[in-house]
């Protein structure tokens, strides 16, 4: 999910967890030589901003290209490998929308449904109300409902994680926390991230559908795209099969601890499921390629608002259903929703057309002035702009 990793820095980082795109490169950096090796010094120079391993794939028109830095496991030394799982964190939001959509497709529900309709009482109290927040608003953070994440001691905290990291929350808990607190502004008013939106957009998808949203994202998205190394957990705190290995700090003093077991029910259906570069590339290029939603449902979730508070992350940015829209360098747009939690931080970018994606994992807090991130997002910009405007 998306948050936490830099709670000192300003407050688009801090509900967002999200890295600036990178200015260009220095003199002293090294310069990409070759089409193959431009993957590999990216991600060597990812790996220099203090990050323990970093797995990338980038596809498009010339095939698929790989590259590796670092380790998996400090413990064992083993090498990070591209066909590692990890933690995708809030990556996961567009598979739920994703989900949603395809109900709304089937009438099953609407994207201007109140929350109320379908959670009678969940979101009530301290202001908030139900009646107010559409399944719309939810899944494009214009709800205002209060961001639990920011209340949660349990994944924000080396403190809170160690006591809680095998603690199994249910969906209500999370609301409650957030319910806690008054909105931060009336629905449909502004823009502000909150991973609450999406602990909600979860449950309604069980209560239309009587299954578990892990159930759904399993069933309509994970097995007809045969993503089979990708997971939905619900309580499993271990990542099974070969993986990268998390370490934070939580930004505190001290050594970085493993982060990797986790219960992830903790994050839930704002950011608990389990990929790998191949399994989100195949993902992003299906749905920007069409293989999920009809045209109408897609152009919803490619219909975006402005994201404000993250100008001084990505200038004119905008948020759509699950999906962000974030402008090239070359000139255009792509299509992103990135995810960070404690010790894994996901990127990816995919063209309007899903026909070139790229993905980078990074594991590890890197570097505390966010230049890991800034190498991340300079990486896609770079990739996708390799033929030019997309």
């Not at 407050?11 to 999200?18: I, V």
């Not at 529900?109 to 009646?131: A, C, I, M, T």
């Not at 892990?214 to 997971?231: A, F, H, M, N, S």
């Not at 759509?320 to 992103?336: A, D, N, Q, T």
Request: hydrophobic letters at 40%.
């Amino acid at each position: 999910m998306m948050t936490l990793r830099h709670l000192a820095s300003t407050a688009a980082l801090t509900a967002l967890g999200l890295g600036l795109i990178a200015p260009a490169a220095s003199a002293s950096e090294p310069a990409p030589t070759t089409f193959r090796g431009r993957l590999q010094d990216s991600v060597d120079a990812i790996h220099r901003t203090g990050t323990v391993g970093v797995v990338a794939q980038s596809t498009g028109p010339r095939g698929k290209r790989h590259a590796t830095a670092g380790v998996a496991d400090t413990g064992t030394g083993r090498a990070a490998d591209v066909r590692d799982r990890f933690r995708i964190a809030s990556t996961t939001k567009t598979f739920v929308a994703t989900v949603m959509l395809q109900l709304v497709a089937e009438g099953r529900v609407s994207l201007d449904d109140s929350v109320e309709r379908w959670l009678p009482g969940v979101v009530s109290g301290n202001g908030n109300d139900g009646g107010d927040v559409t399944v719309r608003q939810l899944l494009n953070h214009t709800s205002g409902l209060f961001n639990y994440t920011a209340d949660f001691p349990a994944i924000t905290s080396r403190e809170g994680f160690e006591a809680d990291r095998y603690t199994t929350w249910t969906d209500e808990q999370l609301v409650e926390i957030a319910m806690r607190h008054a909105p931060d502004f009336a629905p449909g008013a502004q823009w502000a991230y909150s991973n609450t939106n999406y602990i909600l957009a979860g449950m309604i998808i069980e209560k239309v559908t009587g299954r578990s949203w892990q159930q759904k994202v399993t069933r309509r998205v994970v097995r007809p795209l045969g993503l089979r190394d990708t997971l939905t957990p619900d309580a499993q705190s271990r990542i099974p099969g070969p993986h990268l290995r998390g370490y934070s700090g939580f930004g505190e003093p001290g050594p970085a601890i493993d982060v990797t077991d986790f219960n992830p029910t903790a994050a839930g259906a704002a950011g608990a499921m389990i990929s790998t570069t191949g399994d989100v590339s195949r993902f992003f290029a299906a749905l920007l390629g069409g293989r999920l939603l009809h045209p109408a449902q897609l152009a919803e979730m490619k219909t975006t608002v402005r994201a404000a508070e993250l100008d001084p992350v990505w200038p004119g940015a905008r948020y759509g259903l699950g999906l962000m829209e974030i402008p090239l360098s070359c000139g255009g747009v792509y299509y992103s929703h990135g995810g960070d939690l404690a010790g894994y931080t996901t990127r990816d970018g995919v063209s309007a057309d899903g026909r070139r994606v790229v993905v980078v994992e990074a594991t590890g807090d890197g570097a505390p002035d966010l230049s890991t991130e800034k190498a991340q997002n300079k990486l896609i910009d770079q990739e996708l702009c390799a033929d030019g405007k997309r």
